[in-house]
């Protein structure tokens, strides 16, 4: 009998979440982003669900190839480009197209054999990672934009990536700057128009004049929310996102224990009344986070109950003495229909996208397509 924990994916939920986007952007096309491992569900799983995207965003080859083993014939971005001239014959093999997002990226571009037919040239606007600086006047971005247009054909795309989308005034500068940019490389004639993306998910659905062509959500696609601002609007729920995984496990053991007893390592909690522990399969080695305090919500059997004690690499324990109907048996969610992943992470000190990616390949995958 296989170790009673399990992660769930949801196609159906990652279906209604592109629906709820598209909604969102109108007109503006869409990359679902699918980059580590679609957020941990899986690239075979994005390709069956984001089928009606207008293509997917990957960081990793391998990703890329995988999609398009299964049969992916849309666009696929590269979102860190191209790390060798290597990985560039690969993307012309494969049909990809990268993002150019260094000099060092944009020299092997323009000296390679051959380039794939699309390239978008990444702008820092001012999240200051990856990207061509715009501050002053970029003569040189101007003349990489120039060489790249050249070697193409046709225009390159422009895209740069928000830093605080999801706060209510920390966006306007970046979008301020990328506009002023965008229009002192066309020599301010309003005819020169190369395809913009900029959106992430938090803009999606906060920022609606950052959407232009293109479109980038992530996070919003598998039900998670882009927001930390904890407000009810800003949840998943509350955007309309359906969660597109669960973790589920089992108690598999209770221990009746007396007021000044520990549980756990370094016996973080003790008792202050006789109660009832729950012991169930989950830790930090399947991706359970190890820095859950206690309090962090559990559900099981039809209630939150708090997490007690620290969590270990096997497992995680729980206070159920308010809830004698839960013993040995009883189903829990870690997270999921019942118990919203980005919950979980406040309550951690993290993310939900963290949470999304950190699930461990020990834990069993169950793939459902269709209504719950």
Excluded at 20 to 34: H, T
Excluded at 71 to 81: D, F, Q, R, S, V
Excluded at 307 to 336: F, N, Y
Aim: net charge negative; glycine share 10%; aromatic share 6%.
């Amino acid at each position: 009998m296989p170790r009673p924990i399990l992660l769930t994916i949801h196609i159906d939920a990652m279906r209604h979440n592109l629906s709820v986007i598209r909604n969102r952007v109108g007109r503006s096309r869409i990359w679902a982003v699918a980059k580590a491992d679609a957020y941990g569900h899986g690239v075979e799983q994005a390709v069956r669900a984001f089928d009606s995207a207008d293509g997917l965003a990957v960081l990793d080859l391998a990703e890329a190839a995988a999609a398009r083993e299964m049969g992916w014939t849309k666009p696929i971005l590269m979102i860190e480009g191209a790390f060798g001239e290597h990985d560039l014959s690969e993307m012309v093999r494969l049909d990809l197209t990268p993002v150019i997002t260094s000099v060092e990226q944009a020299k092997d571009f323009l000296a390679a054999e051959r380039v794939p037919p699309m390239a978008w040239i990444k702008l820092n606007t001012g999240m200051n990672r990856l990207g061509f600086p715009t501050q002053g006047k970029p003569e040189a971005l101007a003349g990489l934009v120039q060489g790249v247009n050249a070697r193409l054909g046709h225009g390159a795309g422009l895209l740069m990536h928000f830093a605080c989308a999801d706060s209510p005034d920390g966006w306007q500068s970046q979008l301020a700057e990328f506009e002023r940019v965008r229009l002192w490389l066309g020599d301010g004639s309003p005819s020169w128009s190369p395809p913009v993306s900029l959106a992430n998910s938090a803009a999606v659905f906060s920022v609606p004049q950052s959407h232009g062509d293109w479109v980038r959500p992530g996070i919003s696609l598998y039900g998670g929310t882009p927001f930390e601002d904890g407000l009810l609007s800003h949840s998943a729920a509350g955007l309309g996102l359906r969660p597109a995984q669960s973790l589920t496990s089992r108690v598999i053991a209770v221990q009746e224990i007396s007021p000044g007893d520990a549980v756990g390592y370094g016996a973080r909690w003790r008792a202050n009344r006789r109660s009832r522990i729950g012991v169930l399969a989950a830790g930090y080695a399947d991706g359970y986070p190890r820095s859950a305090p206690d309090g962090t919500p559990v559900w099981i059997a039809g209630r939150r109950v708090p997490l007690v004690g620290r969590v270990s690499m096997d497992l995680i324990t729980v206070d159920l003495t308010d809830h004698p109907q839960a013993g040995a048996g009883a189903a829990a969610e870690l997270w999921g229909e019942h118990l919203p992943i980005d919950e979980v992470a406040r309550s951690c000190g993290t993310i939900g996208y963290e949470l999304m990616t950190a699930v461990t390949p020990r834990v069993r995958r169950e793939v459902i397509d269709g209504e719950r």
